[in-house]
Each structure stands twice: as structure tokens, then as C-alpha cells.
């Protein structure tokens, strides 16, 4: 059996119903009191080695401070509990915790929950991994209270993605889905086998209330052009370009260009891009117009697109911008193509000597950028020459898309009821670091998914 301990010198114990005079011999003399009540528990800092994955794949060791007065304690004196509402950091260090007690009485601790309790000389910290007992006793012994008292500490692993089922997907009829985020909304667009575009609006604040919005858009729009730059949608339909402040209300501007589609825009850069039918151009106001900047590839991809822009790690000035997708020449893999803010024409990158790590061919294949590194997704597909089930996996890449494999075993997972939907999908990810996966059909859901170490 363990040995219990009493405190004298780790709990700080204020007697607060102790009234004490000085003898004329100068003798402390304590008057006793039949009191026995809890009255304050807090915990100093605690410092904790924490282990997280670098982009590498390699181990990274830190060390985090939390702030014990950030986690003040609830006594419950109805029910003799006492213990932190908020809890402490996924893998915060409890065993040893310097813990603050004051009382009406002499505090006593159990370690362990069986059998009478003894004192002991005190050690300098407290051991949180179960709840302790602590017996308060009134200082003339005639009573005593037992109270239980815990340290609440989150157990999600800061490696793993965690997913909020939020509710039914507001868009059961579409056979492609396209969803964005723009001012604390998520728009989700949606094409019907009748080339009808349907759009749905939520709060990201609120996603469970979704409402069904009515739009003017053209017939034949493509779904995958929909970009949004300087705060409107832009799409293309038929050729020509269409903008919206809304992604309701649609209107047609004046372009001397026939467009293929739209594949990356920035506003920190200040430009859109486009292909048409011969060249890759470029604008930084679309009612003006776009230019031609380089040929357009047979190898450039137009369909199926995702892309990302996202800072450089070693310069937040100048972005890098991915695209992948299927070129309609050449279908079998999909292309990779990027190009850096500072550069004037896109290049396509030949990953020719990772055959084994290529990106997976998957259906609806998407791209985010997320936790420094770029996450891909999609329906069934291969990889290897292996079939992948639909949404099952999550493929990551550390060099922009270079190499790619799948999540490994404690990495970030997709929740596991959507393996094996086959089933309409958009991903995308807000201002806030969280990941928002919508499914359509009849069974389509609303998740949010986010890095715990994100919330550490």
C-alpha cells in the first residue's frame, strides 16, 4: 500500500478561524475550533516536454510553461469536490504538481483510496494522475470533512485531426460541389445534372443553419472556375466571365478573351489568372481585361483543378502558388504545376524520380494547405496501382506537392464513417485553421475538422 503524506510544507495550509494571543511569557496560545471546510485550491506553473512531428517527419521537442492561474478551481461543498472547470493542455505533466490549500482545520492528504490515512514527511509536489482525498480536521479534533479533489487535464493527441459532426449537408441533388470561405461564411455551390447552379450559405460560427439562397447564373457555369478575388466571385460560363459580391446575383463582364477557366488568384498579389483556349493569362482587374503571358501547355491541366497559395516559410513575402489537376490531353496522372509571386510564368514540376510517391489518382482529388504542409483527398482511385476506398485517407506532401504518401499510423485521420463514400465532396479551409468537408446525396454530412496542437 502506498503511504500518505501530511502537508506542512508543499500545501500552503492558512488556519482561517484560528484566533492566537501571546502569553505574558510570550507563548503562542491557539484556541481550537470544531470547523472543517475547504475553502481555496490553486497550482503553481507547470512545465511540460511536449513532442510534435517537424514537416520532415521527424521528432521536435519543446517545452511549454502553463500558467496555473490561468485554471482556477470550483469547490463544490454540496458534494465535496474540488476541481478545474478548464482543463489543462492536451499532455500536460500532472505528476508533479505544487498545489496551494487553504482551510478552516488541518488538511490531510490521501495517496492512494484504500484503507485509513497517515502522515508522512511531505514531498515538494503532488501527484494529479488520479484524484486525491484530502481530509480537512477541525483543530479540536471533534470533526472532520473528506473531499475529492482533481486535476482536469484534455486528452486529445495535439498530432490528430479532431471532427465536429455538424449537421446534414444542405445540398442533396448536386453531382459536383465547390465550397468556399469569405468573411466568416461558408458558401457551398452546387451543379446538378442539369447544369443548374445552386449556392447555400452558413456563419462558420453557426454551421448547423444553412439557407437556401436563389441565384442568376448562367447556364453551363463552370462550377470549378468559381474563384474568389478582392472580395467577388468569378466564374466562367460557356466562355465568357461572370462576376457576383454575393455568389447569388451574377452579371456578365466584358472580356475580348474566350476563357477556359480560372485556376489561382491572390489578393496579396494582387491577380487572378485564366486559360484560354491558346495562352495562360493574367489580370488584376477583371472588368479591364486579361493578358496573355505564356502558351498554353498540352500538359497544363484544366480539369479537375485544386490549387494553393500560401507563404514561403523562409520569405512571408513572396507566396508560392500549386496547381494540380487532370490535362485533358494527358488524363492518366495528374500535373503538377507551380510558379513563386515573384515569378512570371508557371512551370510544371516532374516529380520523374518519386514513381513511387506520385500524387494519388483519385476522383474530385483536392488540395489544401494545412499545418505547413499541402493535405490531398478524394473519391476512389489508386495509388501504387492499389485501390483507394473514397475518403478514406489522407495523403500529405512536404515539398509542395512534389512526394506524396499517406498519413502514417497517429497522423491526421478523416472521420471514419465517410471510408467508402462515394458521394459528391468539397473541402476547404478557413482564416481560423479549421478544415470545413462537406458531402452531398442523401446521406451528406457538414464535418469541421481541427489540429488539436493547434488549440495547445
Known amino acids: 500500500m502506498k503511504k500518505y503524506t501530511y502537508l506542512t510544507t508543499f500545501l500552503t495550509i492558512i488556519l482561517l478561524t484560528l484566533t492566537s494571543c501571546l502569553k505574558s511569557d510570550g507563548a503562542l496560545e491557539v484556541k481550537e475550533y470544531p470547523y472543517a471546510t475547504l475553502r481555496s485550491v490553486s497550482i503553481d506553473d507547470i512545465h511540460t516536454t511536449y513532442t510534435i512531428k517537424k514537416d520532415d517527419g521527424s521528432d521536435s521537442t519543446y517545452i511549454k510553461t502553463v500558467t496555473g492561474s490561468n485554471y482556477p478551481f470550483t469547490i463544490d461543498q454540496e458534494n465535496n469536490l ?66 475529492q479533489v482533481r486535476l482536469n487535464v484534455h486528452t486529445i493527441d495535439p498530432n490528430q485531426l479532431y471532427w465536429n459532426k455538424l449537421s446534414t ?139 494553393t497559395v500560401a507563404p514561403l516559410r523562409t520569405n512571408m513575402n513572396i507566396n508560392r502558388y500549386i496547381l494540380i489537376g487532370d490535362a485533358p490531353q494527358q488524363p492518366q496522372q495528374p500535373k503538377l504545376w507551380g510558379k513563386l509571386s515573384n515569378e512570371k510564368k508557371w512551370v510544371e514540376y516532374h516529380p520523374s524520380s518519386y514513381q513511387n510517391k506520385l500524387c494519388p489518382e483519385l476522383k474530385s482529388l483536392t488540395i489544401i494547405p494545412y499545418d505547413s504542409k499541402l493535405y490531398a483527398i478524394g473519391g476512389s482511385g489508386t495509388v501504387e496501382g492499389n485501390r483507394v476506398e473514397a475518403l478514406s485517407t489522407i495523403f500529405i506532401s512536404r515539398d509542395n506537392g512534389l512526394t506524396w504518401e499517406a498519413a502514417k499510423e497517429g497522423g491526421p485521420t478523416l472521420p471514419e464513417e465517410l471510408s467508402g463514400t462515394e458521394a459528391p465532396f468539397s473541402a476547404t479551409v478557413d482564416q481560423n485553421g479549421n478544415i470545413w468537408l462537406v458531402t452531398g446525396g442523401s446521406n451528406g454530412i457538414v464535418w469541421r475538422g481541427r489540429m488539436n496542437k493547434l488549440d495547445l
Open 82 to 147: 474540488a476541481y478545474n472547470v478548464d482543463s489543462l493542455p492536451v499532455g500536460t505533466n500532472i505528476t508533479r504538481v505544487s498545489t496551494n490549500i487553504s482551510c478552516d482545520g488541518i488538511a490531510y492528504l490521501y495517496v492512494d483510496s484504500l484503507g485509513s490515512f497517515k502522515s508522512q514527511v511531505s514531498t515538494d509536489s503532488l501527484d494529479f494522475t488520479n484524484p486525491i482525498r484530502l481530509r480537512i480536521v477541525s483543530t479540536d479534533k471533534s470533526y472532520s470533512r473528506e473531499y
Open 169 to 307: 449537408s444542405p445540398d442533396t441533388t448536386s453531382t459536383e460541389l465547390r465550397l468556399m470561405t469569405a468573411n466568416e461564411t461558408l458558401y457551398l455551390f452546387g451543379i446538378d445534372a442539369e447544369s443548374n447552379l445552386s449556392l447555400a450559405t452558413a456563419s462558420q460560427s453557426d454551421a448547423s443553419a444553412w439557407t437556401a439562397q436563389t441565384t442568376s447564373a448562367p447556364a453551363a457555369l463552370n462550377l470549378n472556375s468559381i474563384t474568389l478575388f478582392n472580395g467577388k466571385f468569378y466564374a466562367v460560363a460557356e466562355g465568357k466571365l461572370y462576376a457576383s459580391t454575393d455568389g447569388a446575383a451574377w452579371e456578365n463582364l466584358p472580356c475580348e478573351k474566350s476563357l477556359t477557366t480560372l485556376f489561382a488568384a491572390s489578393d496579396k498579389d494582387n491577380v487572378m489568372w485564366a486559360a484560354t483556349a491558346d495562352s495562360l493569362a493574367t489580370t488584376s482587374d477583371p472588368a479591364a481585361g486579361f493578358t496573355s503571358v505564356q502558351p498554353l501547355s498540352e500538359r497544363f491541366p484544366l480539369n479537375n483543378l485544386s490549387w
